[in-house]
């Protein structure tokens, strides 16, 4: 299965955008890319996937480069509540969610 | 209920002893995993049900590791004769259908499992 890596920690100062990025150079053209957070003691959440192209949702916008060898979660003014760790996963049909979790990155928001 | 509910939220046994963690799916769902978490790491895929059956079980650490799941819903993972190497949070997650585009995995809160 294709692996992820990501940087172990990151900081930001609140309302300011953070981008966090997830490199997957071994993906394949089946692979959706994935993202969840994960706030302290609590279940995963998910938070935004997507293909090739980039995606906006209510929570983030996801980057994806063209050779769709790496991305970037762009979260636009981060608050408090956005310090967790975010997992950047691939998922295809074929892997019945067999996911590798890495362990991602831990964001601090600072005030 | 609206989301995965799991019980017991913690569990502290004794080495040796079995314990039963229960998931409650979201209703409707058809998929639901199983998941390790130990402390200070990323998840560990344990295993999957499509329905009721488990076409992948690979996950399971050891024999001493079971899961069910009955009626498409409520679904308890089973570990016999608990080791201290068992401590963990186990999360259950489901979701809608099996496929990689829209079966976004809604998780519960996990139940923490402490051997003593």
């Known amino acids: 299965d294709a692996k992820t890596t990501q940087p172990n920690s990151m900081e930001s100062n609140e309302e300011e955008p953070v981008h966090l990025p997830c490199n997957h150079s071994?993906?394949?053209?089946?692979?959706?890319i994935h993202w969840y957070r994960q706030l302290p003691s609590q279940g995963p959440e998910y938070v935004i996937h997507?293909?090739?192209?980039?995606v906006n949702n209510r929570m983030a916008s996801l980057a994806i480069a063209e050779d769709r060898k790496s991305s970037t979660l762009i979260l636009h003014r981060a608050t408090l509540r956005d310090a967790a760790v975010y997992y950047c996963?691939?998922?295809?049909?074929?892997?019945?969610?067999?996911?590798?979790w890495g362990l991602g990155t831990s964001l601090a928001v600072n005030p | 209920g609206a989301g995965v509910s799991q019980s017991p939220s913690n569990k502290v046994t004794e080495k040796g002893k079995d314990v039963e963690l229960r998931c409650d799916p979201i209703?409707?769902?058809?998929?639901l995993y199983w998941y390790r978490q130990r402390l200070g790491q990323g998840l560990e895929f344990l295993i999957y049900?499509?329905?009721?059956?488990?076409?992948?079980k690979s996950g399971l650490p050891s024999d001493r590791f079971s899961a069910e799941r009955t009626g498409e819903s409520v679904s308890t993972l089973t570990i016999q004769r608990t080791q201290q190497e068992d401590s963990a949070v186990y999360l259950c997650?489901?979701?809608?259908?099996?496929?990689?585009?829209?079966?976004?995995?809604?998780f519960g809160e996990g139940s923490r499992l402490t051997v003593l």
């Open positions: 071994t993906i394949s053209g089946t692979d959706y």
């Open positions: 209703s409707g769902h058809t998929a």
């Open positions: 996963i691939l998922m295809n049909a074929g892997n019945n969610r067999k996911l590798i």
């Open positions: 049900f499509q329905g009721n059956s488990a076409p992948d």
């Open positions: 997507g293909l090739t192209s980039n």
């Open positions: 997650a489901s979701s809608l259908v099996a496929t990689a585009n829209t079966g976004e995995l809604f």
